[in-house]
């Protein structure tokens, strides 16, 4: 009989130990979750599309294609009757460089340079966060084959996604 009473006892002690350490896990847990690191959070350039007739459709097909650090080139693949695009921008280099690749209609191909000129803001959120930049965009140029002009609509490119930085108006000379 003692050896039963000594048996409840431990088992017991062993679920009241046991449900204490999951209290203190889920404790742990929630404490560490409250941090607001921006995991969802990207910072990604948005470009608007604008054709040479005013209209806001590009009904071409469109590639952009760029040197990354992780060895990916290829940031848009295939892109028909855009109006609008986002891409990452670099955090390592003071000016990006981005190939567009255009198929017309027609079965033309048009390949145009554009070199996005920007300054790297480092961003704090927290010590056990990791780190972010935000960047301000201070000039662009492009070849002009496909691509008439690049304006600069809002040059802080930061977690807000709702913003325009980039007007890109294709009607270039090939065009």
Known sequence: MRS???YMLKRTGMLTAAFFMVQCSLFIIASCSSIDC??????????AVYNADGSTTLNDTLWVITKRIDGKDTL??????????????SYSNPEDTLLFIIHDKDNIWTLDTLLLKKEDIPHFESVDCSPHFFHRLTATRCTHYGIDSVTI????????QNKTHL???????LR
Request: hydrophobic share 35%.
């Open 4 to 6: 039963g009473k000594t």
């Open 38 to 47: 921006p995991v969802q959070n990207s910072v990604t350039t948005q470009y």
């Open 76 to 89: 848009l693949n295939s892109l028909v009757d855009a109006t609008a695009f986002q891409l990452p921008i």
């Open 153 to 160: 609509e809002n040059p802080m490119v930061d977690y807000d």
């Open 167 to 173: 007007r890109i108006y294709f009607g270039g000379m």
